[in-house]
């Protein structure tokens, strides 16, 4: 009777199951007022979102929560991002939020990433495309708004750190409308001053107030400018896509201009060190040099300079006897080789050899005497000709032909009276 009951447990998997399995609580996107929100020492957010009429648990992870580029507190409105499941021990379902944005920037925040992974998938942010930063820029140009903090920074940096660097302003609208446009053209005019090195941004502000360096037209004109470029926008936390397609990012204006320009008073410290390390160097490779020369002017060869012209003396000697051994060797191979050649059979006895040749020379004679035709037809035979052929056969004439009959002595002209096949053995 008990078994049709189920435990709690039993009923709370089944209906988490059941969420996890619907495709639309996998991708869920909601709105609403932060409540209850609490900073887990752990890294995770654990708050409640809440409208005017329910309200809903929520967990955002560490993994995600460490994203976040602005301070959640309660009764601030967000959008989220998540999927909606039951969470067991409780029994409450939640949404785990992946991510969180400020409600009003929402779409602003769509169209950054948008953006972003479509001129990631192009390449715009590959290193392979970055240009190296020069360390000693001699010109230095500056996009940026011509009134404001950026401005004085970055000139109040570069003028204390390298006051030698010449500094061009190409003002700038950085806000509004317009913005992206005068970033990008300005981008493109710097190209002609023979700038070492760019500074593109602003000060700090809203995503809205910086949204101009989030904008195509200004990622295409950094990535295809030929100046290395660095990008300074906003503070710290603040992440454009000029950031990411620039050749370096430096998180304020201040930055800028200190990654732009080395220090003056470390080089001249380097220059010192480096002096005071070559003259260290010259003065350790003359003291060197100063021992090696003793060691030469009291070396052996050079107070007994004769000893080094009887080694060589005696070196000479040994050359010439072995080149004389060597003379004498050939000589007497060549006196053996004489005398073999003159004991040898065919000098010791020439007529024999002739008498052999005469021999051989009879026998080939009587060879081509037996196999001379006119011989065998000496004997009685003959041979028939057909029109200077051969006739080996009854079958290649006919009756009345005009055969020659070649005999031992001469030729028979005569006509075919009859022609008559016969067998052999029969």
């Known amino acids: 009777m008990h078994d ?5 447990s039993a009923i709370t998997r089944y209906l988490k199951s059941r969420f996890d399995l619907d495709e ?9 007022e932060i409540s209850n929100f609490k900073y887990h020492s752990s890294g995770h957010f654990y708050f409640s979102l809440k409208d005017e009429g329910s309200k809903i648990n929520a967990v955002m992870f560490r993994s995600n929560a460490s994203k976040i ?3 959640p507190v309660d009764g601030m409105k967000v959008l989220v991002t998540g999927r909606i499941s039951v969470y067991e021990a409780s029994g409450n379902y939640q949404i785990y939020v992946d991510e969180m944005v400020e409600d009003g920037v929402g779409n602003l925040y769509v169209a950054f990433e948008e953006l972003k992974k479509k001129l990631s998938k192009e390449g715009l942010f590959d290193n392979e495309h970055k240009k190296k930063i020069p360390k000693i820029p001699k010109r230095i140009g500056i996009i940026t708004a011509p009134t404001g903090a950026a401005i004085r920074d970055i ?7 390298f006051p030698n660097a010449q500094t061009i302003l190409f003002p700038t609208l950085v806000q ?8 990008a053209l300005n981008i493109k005019k710097a190209e002609n001053y023979g700038l070492d090195v760019l500074i593109v941004g602003r000060g700090g502000g809203s995503i809205e107030d910086l949204w101009a360096f989030n904008e195509e037209v200004v990622a295409r004109a950094i990535y295809e400018c030929q100046i290395p470029i660095i990008s300074a926008v906003g503070h710290e936390i603040d992440f454009t896509i000029a950031d990411f397609v620039a050749d370096l990012r430096a998180p304020t204006p201040t930055a800028a201009a200190e990654l732009a320009v080395p220090n003056m008073a470390d080089l001249k410290s380097h220059i010192n060190n480096l002096a005071i390390r070559l003259n260290e160097s010259i003065v350790k490779k003359i003291n060197y040099q100063k021992l090696y020369l003793d060691s030469v002017k009291n070396s052996f ?15 000479l000697d040994v050359m010439a006897d072995k ?21 040898s059979y065919i000098i010791t006895n020439p007529n024999i050899i002739y008498k052999d040749k005469q021999v051989f020379l009879k026998n080939i004679i009587d060879k081509l005497e037996l196999l001379n035709p006119l011989n065998i037809l000496g004997r009685g035979y003959s041979i028939t000709y057909l029109d200077s052929n051969m006739i080996k056969s ?5 009756e009345g032909d005009l055969i020659s009959v070649r005999v031992s002595d001469g030729f028979i002209k005569a006509i075919v009276n009859e022609v008559k096949e016969e067998k052999y053995g029969k």
């Open 4 to 8: 049709k009951y189920l435990t709690v």
């Open 176 to 183: 509004g409308d317009k913005a992206k446009d005068d970033i």
């Open 394 to 398: 009854v079958k290649k004439i006919s």
């Open 301 to 315: 060869v050079i107070k007994n300079p004769m000893v080094l012209f009887d080694n060589k003396k005696q070196k």
């Open 24 to 32: 639309n609580l996998q991708v869920v996107f909601l709105k609403g």
């Open 69 to 71: 580029l602005f301070k």
């Open 155 to 161: 000139i109040t940096t570069i003028k204390r750190r």
């Open 323 to 343: 080149i004389n051994d060597l003379i004498l060797k050939k000589v007497n191979d060549k006196k053996e080789k004489i005398r073999l050649i003159k004991k």
